[in-house]
């Protein structure tokens, strides 16, 4: 959460309209600091689905 392109992203300065995250709680994080709406998307790591 500390790094300058997800600052960006939750300070509404990124031109991104959506995310793709690979945990639930980073989502929601991310979520929590928004100033603007955007899609955040939950894609596990793939050993989790496996």
């Not at 995310?19 to 955040?40: G, N, S, Y």
């Amino acid at each position: 959460m500390d790094n300058q392109h997800v600052q960006d992203i939750i300070n509404g300065k990124s031109k991104l309209s959506s995310l793709v995250v690979t945990d639930h709680d980073v989502q929601t994080a991310i979520e929590k600091q928004m100033t603007r709406d955007l899609e955040i998307t939950v894609m596990p790591v793939a050993e989790v689905r496996a």
